[in-house]
């Protein structure tokens, strides 16, 4: 089902928690709310569910207009952080008590659960208690009841943050997968970048309440649409440093980073990914002052000109604090940002 989101606004006093957002996601897709804390994604998602009433704008599923529609008519799925399983039923019970509550006969609703406990790999499990399950398995509980009503919208408040890193990595390509097997529209909530980019079709960046940018991960990525995007993005940290345009010339101080560019003469900061850089025979000179082997690669930190980069490498180059070499930065890869940090090209 199609969501549309039209000048939503949440205020608390004078304070917005959510300022005139508007989005519109397609019918299947799985939307990453990404951003950092207090930046108003959970308080977007309650009024998606109804549980919080905005203060202006709407929200549209499948074109109907649900803004004042309770809750529980607005046929949506929703899993929290913390898993709120009744601890003194089993699986089979916890999956089908949305049924139950609904007054679905008992052999249906168990049927359905069942069927429910099969996409989420835990039919074997249906006689267990929610302690007797892992962090990962009780939130595949938590998402098989959410969907055994078969709601029109999914939506997801960190749903990963108990659990550790390698289940939260198993848990959100489940996720992905189930969504993706289920075909239904999903918004996930997430401060975790990594995390919204490996499962999201569109990703909303969220910053003090407002949509900073509204794309698919890799194009958001490659061209973020602010300074607050390209650094919340990316691990090790895009570096951002000031430069000047002159004739086209990319300077750091005296030395050229790039020539041909095509943005107007003036100061600028420039963005440049870890990634970006190549080792070559010429090209701009720096001297290794951290190092730091994390087995994929080396994640460096050279001088260049005043300035200090992270810059990663193979892990089999030879370098240690001292060593000197040459790096280029790839094509289209220096980003500018104008002094409001909004882009202005490459
Ligand atoms: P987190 O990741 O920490 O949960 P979030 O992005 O989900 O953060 P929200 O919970 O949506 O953030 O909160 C957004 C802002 O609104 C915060 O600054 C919060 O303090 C404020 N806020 C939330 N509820 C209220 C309330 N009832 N009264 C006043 N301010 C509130």
Redesign the pocket.
């Known amino acids: 089902m199609e969501i549309k989101i039209e000048n939503l606004t949440k205020a ?1 006093g004078d ?1 917005k ?1 959510v300022d005139n957002m508007n989005l519109n996601i397609a019918d299947g897709e799985l939307v990453g709310l990404l ?1 950092p ?8 998602l309650f009024m998606l569910a109804g549980l919080n009433d905005p203060t202006s704008g709407h929200i549209y599923f499948g074109g109907k207009d649900v803004t004042k529609v309770a809750p529980e008519d607005r046929e949506i799925g929703l899993v929290f952080q913390n898993y709120a399983l009744y601890p003194h039923m089993t699986v089979a019970d916890n999956i089908m008590f949305p049924l139950i509550n609904r007054k679905v006969p008992k052999a249906e609703a168990r049927e359905r659960a069942q069927e429910m406990a099969k996409l989420v790999q835990l039919d074997h499990l249906m006689d267990r208690k929610p302690k007797a399950l892992s962090g990962g398995q009780q939130q595949r509980v938590a998402i098989a009841r959410a969907l055994v009503k078969k709601p029109e919208v999914l939506l997801l408040d ?1 749903p990963l943050s108990n659990l550790d890193a390698k289940l939260r990595v198993e848990t959100r390509e489940e996720i992905r997968r189930i969504q993706q097997e289920v075909g239904i529209t999903t918004i996930f ?1 997430t ?1 975790d970048q990594e995390e919204a980019m490996s499962i999201s079709d569109r990703i909303a960046v ?1 910053e003090k ?1 407002v949509v900073q940018q509204f794309e698919v991960p890799q194009k958001m990525y490659l061209n973020p649409g602010n300074l607050f995007v390209a650094q919340f993005l990316g691990t090790p940290q895009i570096n951002i440093f000031d430069v000047t345009v002159k004739g086209g010339k990319i300077m750091c101080d005296d030395v050229v980073l790039r020539e041909g560019c095509k943005a107007a003469d003036g100061n600028y900061k420039a963005g440049v990914r870890p990634e970006a850089f190549n080792v070559s025979e010429n090209g701009i000179l720096v001297k290794a002052t951290h190092v730091r082997m994390t087995g994929r690669e080396l994640q460096l930190r050279v001088a260049l000109a005043k300035e200090e980069l992270r810059v990663l490498v193979h892990s089999d180059m030879q370098v240690s604090v001292g060593t000197e070499f040459c790096v280029t930065i790839r094509d289209n890869q220096i980003l500018l940002f104008d002094q409001t940090g909004k882009t202005v090209g490459k």
């Open positions: 608390y304070f928690a951003g804390s207090g930046c108003g994604k959970s308080t977007t960190e909530v401060h969220m309440g």
